[in-house]
């Protein structure tokens, strides 16, 4: 039975929580694990023959909701547009003195389904009860394999290759603030559309889109985090050394509708699930993952005439920050 009463003490949870909570939820596996996460064990180890390991980490600090999801998501999605397979994740939980054991399980429970659904293994980390934290914080490095001629990274966009955007604009953001904040939304979107902004958080998975992508034509890849579209696209330029000439974005209608009534910049707005693609096949790679049910389309192209990076013939300015820090400074 999980306790719904507050945490009395601060440090690591005991032997029995961390069965109950935390390596009860352990499902998915990997052949490449040959020491994984265990009561008493420090570290995990891992056979990757003679691939290459890509890493990547990221904390969660700017959501309360979902921080599972998005924990095992964001990290395994930055591995991916390397052109890796994720592997395996390292889960740090940081646990306020007021949450319940009832807390934590339901951040494990999306931990889990996140995992499932990417196929990566859960190896290790650690969960502590703090009063350093005023609300749940979970951080996660993933661990991914690739091939050392496989390797795909940001700077390897040429002139005339083409920028294609997986999804639109603004997704992680519209649904952080639909899940965090619905009670600022209610005179601006219905009932239904509310459901709409938060169901965009079943779409923050980039992995199944950077694994088609890489086998049709991908040259490079880049997970749109903080800053938006735009700044994701303007640190691919500056990487290649290139020019770059953005037409259309699409946005989402109710991330639109939301941006508008808080003036926000939908296109500068933090937007995981979303996934930039840089090629110099655009229509093989946009069709294999249109088969595969993912939207997809071109947005733009490398040219190497110019250093600027421009929206429909307008200069973009570098990255600045996000929009969603933006939001949560004034509400």
Same mark, same amino acid.
């Given at each position: 039975?999980?306790?719904?009463?507050?945490?009395?003490?601060?440090?690591?949870?005991?032997?029995?929580?961390?069965?109950?909570?935390?390596?009860?939820?352990?499902?998915?596996?990997?052949?490449?694990?040959?020491?994984?996460?265990?009561?008493?064990?420090?570290?995990?180890?891992?056979?990757?023959?003679?691939?290459?390991?890509?890493?990547?980490?990221?904390?969660?600090?700017? /959501?309360?909701?979902?921080? &599972?999801? %998005?924990?095992?998501?964001? +990290?395994?999605?930055?591995?991916? $547009?390397? !052109? @890796?397979?994720?592997?395996?994740?390292?889960?740090?939980?940081?646990?306020?003195?007021?949450?319940?054991?009832?807390?934590?399980?339901?951040?494990?429970?999306?931990?889990?389904?996140?995992?499932?659904?990417?196929?990566?293994?859960?190896?290790?980390?650690?969960?502590?009860?703090?009063?350093?934290?005023?609300?749940?914080?979970?951080?996660?490095?993933?661990?991914?394999?690739?091939?050392?001629?496989?390797?795909?990274?940001?700077?390897?966009?040429?002139?005339?290759?083409?920028?294609?955007?997986?999804?639109?604009?603004?997704?992680?953001?519209?649904?952080?603030?639909?899940?965090?904040?619905?009670?600022?939304?209610?005179?601006?979107?219905?009932?239904?559309?509310?459901?709409? /902004?938060?169901?965009?958080? &079943?779409? %923050?998975?980039?992995?199944? +889109?950077?694994?088609?992508?890489? $086998?049709? !034509? @991908?040259?490079?890849?880049?997970?749109?985090?903080?800053?938006?579209?735009?700044?994701?696209?303007?640190?691919?330029?500056?990487?290649?050394?290139?020019?770059?000439?953005?037409?259309?974005?699409?946005?989402?209608?109710?991330?639109?509708?939301?941006?508008?009534?808080?003036?926000?910049?939908?296109?500068?707005?933090?937007?995981?699930?979303?996934?930039?693609?840089?090629?110099?096949?655009?229509?093989?790679?946009?069709?294999?993952?249109?088969?595969?049910?993912?939207?997809?389309?071109?947005?733009?192209?490398?040219?190497?005439?110019?250093?600027?990076?421009?929206?429909?013939?307008?200069?973009?300015?570098?990255?600045?920050?996000?929009?969603?820090?933006?939001?949560?400074?004034?509400?």
């Amino acid at each position: 039975m999980l306790q719904e009463v507050a945490f009395v003490r601060l440090g690591k949870l005991s032997p029995e929580e961390l069965k109950l909570t935390v390596f009860s939820k352990l499902t998915a596996q990997r052949p490449e694990v040959v020491l994984a996460a265990a009561l008493g064990e420090d570290s995990a180890a891992l056979d990757l023959a003679c691939d290459l390991c890509v890493v990547s980490t990221d904390p969660i600090t700017g /959501a309360s909701a979902e921080i &599972g999801r %998005l924990g095992v998501f964001i +990290a395994c999605n930055d591995v991916a $547009t390397n !052109g @890796a397979e994720p592997v395996g994740v390292l889960l740090t939980i940081f646990v306020p003195p007021e949450a319940t054991l009832e807390d934590v399980a339901s951040v494990m429970d999306q931990v889990r389904d996140a995992a499932d659904e990417v196929g990566v293994q859960v190896i290790g980390g650690h969960t502590e009860v703090t009063a350093a934290v005023n609300q749940m914080i979970v951080s996660c490095t993933a661990l991914g394999r690739v091939a050392a001629d496989k390797l795909l990274y940001s700077g390897r966009a040429k002139a005339d290759d083409a920028l294609i955007l997986v999804r639109t604009a603004g997704l992680e953001g519209t649904a952080i603030m639909a899940w965090d904040h619905a009670d600022l939304l209610q005179d601006i979107l219905t009932d239904e559309e509310l459901s709409q /902004a938060r169901s965009l958080s &079943g779409f %923050l998975n980039i992995v199944p +889109a950077a694994r088609v992508a890489r $086998t049709h !034509g @991908a040259v490079s890849m880049h997970d749109v985090t903080e800053g938006g579209v735009l700044g994701a696209a303007y640190e691919m330029a500056d990487a290649a050394g290139l020019g770059l000439e953005l037409g259309a974005i699409p946005v989402h209608a109710v991330t639109l509708k939301i941006c508008r009534a808080f003036s926000l910049d939908p296109l500068r707005l933090i937007s995981s699930g979303a996934l930039l693609i840089a090629t110099p096949t655009p229509e093989q790679v946009v069709q294999a993952l249109l088969a595969e049910g993912i939207p997809a389309q071109k947005i733009g192209r490398f040219v190497n005439h110019t250093n600027q990076v421009t929206l429909q013939g307008e200069e973009v300015s570098p990255p600045r920050g996000d929009e969603l820090w933006e939001f949560k400074s004034r509400y």
